[in-house]
């Protein structure tokens, strides 16, 4: 019986010839940098480089903030769901691999027959009833001479890195979105409560103009404004409460928790700390930002199917062998008498197929383009991000401060009105108007407040996030 070693022989020029074969197609090769220094054109001196800090949520100083983070990469659906594509991403990269390498299959077959008597029989005894084990190991290989296997692991590897920087930038949003609705949610309960306190302020004011008007103090005109005044209090509060009800409900999706089963706590505004303006510069950027990394790893794929469409073009050499033994008798189906051996060699050269091999090829060019095309948009994008919220974090320390001085302002004004109108110096109209100034300094407050974090975490996860 012909050993494995010895079929192994036949394969070994084979193989060589494999490996050292070319892979057809365009080379890939990583697309340049951006060449500018800075995000967006004016006077403003290039910022200190500031790496963005791989937990980068916790700067903002709130255990209940990171919590929620904490809880959502544990079971948010989406981000599970991304993870599952890159396990399957990566397995197919794998079993891709495997083709690489030759195949080994070891069969069996046992049969038993009776032959008719017009026809000779097949055996060395001339037995026309008998029962035939059949034993064999096949080798096949496919010889990779244009490299379409190559090719099309190449593809498998860049879609494999592709998952991976998709989970990546699915990991980074879902955790900027956890703490842009804890921001949110904490400024829209912060207006409710001051909506829900200017109502009933206008509920007491209402209360003593009555009174006033009973001892003729005040005419049922002032009755009529502070009753409008309560109604327009009382009218600004449901949408608020259904705002923040919707953003609870949004916030516990985010989660992974039914909306039935509520949103964490309301965070303390006033308890947050403000983080350091982290910087990357443009050529840092698109090194690290996970969905520009998967657009390049889609062109890295794109660029290989572009190979494999011309391979398929070309010739196909496989070569096999087999090894096996064939008997009567169970015992005696490994002797040497038994025993039989294969060497094959393929060769198949496309001729026609009516044109479909070079539209393929087209098609895989202008994929291609499109990938490079993408790859141009998601960089732009990236950069734009980047620029937008550098700009909104300049504004937004400018207008948070305008908020407070409008708020203390706002406050001092309601006071001074209020003393002014005990001591029976003004109506009840100036009273009003203070205290709808107030309430809307309050509630501009409140949404400055929660912009300057939201913004920080959209610029944390614009750099990259901790990819």
Not at 107 to 116: P, R
Not at 316 to 327: P, Y
Not at 332 to 357: K, R, Y
């Amino acid at each position: 019986m012909i050993s494995l070693a010895r079929s192994a022989s036949f394969l070994a020029p084979a193989l060589a010839a494999g490996l050292v074969g070319c892979a057809v197609g365009p080379d890939f090769h990583a697309p340049a940098p951006p060449s500018m220094q800075v995000y967006a054109p004016g006077p403003e001196p290039q910022p200190t480089v500031r790496p963005v800090d791989a937990q980068w949520w916790r700067a903002f100083g709130s255990p209940e903030l990171d919590a929620m983070v904490d809880e959502a990469l544990k079971v948010n659906p989406d981000l599970k769901s991304a993870d599952a594509a890159l396990r399957q991403a990566r397995a197919l990269y794998k079993a891709q691999q495997g083709a690489l390498f030759p195949s080994l299959d070891a069969g069996y077959q046992g049969e038993q027959a009776k032959n008719s008597g017009s026809i000779a029989p097949p055996l060395a005894d001339n037995s026309e009833l008998y029962s035939l084990h059949t034993a064999q190991l096949t080798v096949t290989y496919p010889i990779d001479i244009f490299g379409a296997v190559r090719r099309q692991t190449e593809t498998a590897k860049a879609q494999a890195d592709a998952a991976r920087l998709q989970y990546e930038a699915a990991r980074t949003s879902l955790i900027a979105n956890v703490a842009a609705a804890a921001f949110q949610q904490a400024a829209l309960a912060r207006q409710a409560d001051g909506a829900r306190l200017t109502a009933d302020d206008a509920r007491r004011a209402l209360e003593l103009t009555r009174k006033q008007a009973a001892l003729g103090e005040l005419g049922q005109a002032d009755v009529a404004l502070q009753e409008a005044a309560l109604a327009q209090a009382e009218q600004a509060l449901p949408p608020l409460q259904k705002s923040l009800a919707q953003q609870r409900s949004a916030l516990a999706i985010l989660l992974g928790r039914e909306p039935g089963q509520g949103a964490p706590p309301d965070l303390d505004l006033d308890r947050l700390t403000l983080p350091q303006t982290p910087y990357l510069s443009p050529a840092d950027l698109v090194r690290r930002r996970p969905d520009v990394g998967a657009a390049e790893a889609n062109l890295h794929a794109a660029s290989a199917q572009v190979g494999v469409a011309i391979a398929a073009r070309l010739p196909n050499i496989s070569i096999g062998a087999s090894v096996g033994g064939a008997s009567t008798q169970l015992r005696d189906l490994l002797t040497s008498d038994n025993s039989f051996w294969t060497v094959t060699a393929g060769f198949t050269q496309p001729i026609f197929e009516g044109g479909a091999l070079q539209q393929r090829q087209r098609a895989a060019e202008a994929a291609l383009d499109q990938a490079k095309d993408q790859y141009r948009s998601t960089v732009l994008q990236a950069l734009k991000n980047v620029a937008d919220c550098l700009d909104g974090l300049a504004r937004d320390g400018g207008t948070f401060k305008a908020a407070q001085t409008a708020e203390a302002a706002g406050r001092r004004s309601l006071a001074f009105v209020r003393a002014s109108r005990q001591a029976g110096e003004v109506g009840v109209l100036p009273e009003l108007s203070a205290e709808q100034t107030y309430a809307q300094a309050q509630a501009a407050l409140a949404a400055a407040d929660a912009a300057r974090y939201a913004d920080a975490a959209a610029l944390f996860q614009a750099l990259g996030g901790g990819a």
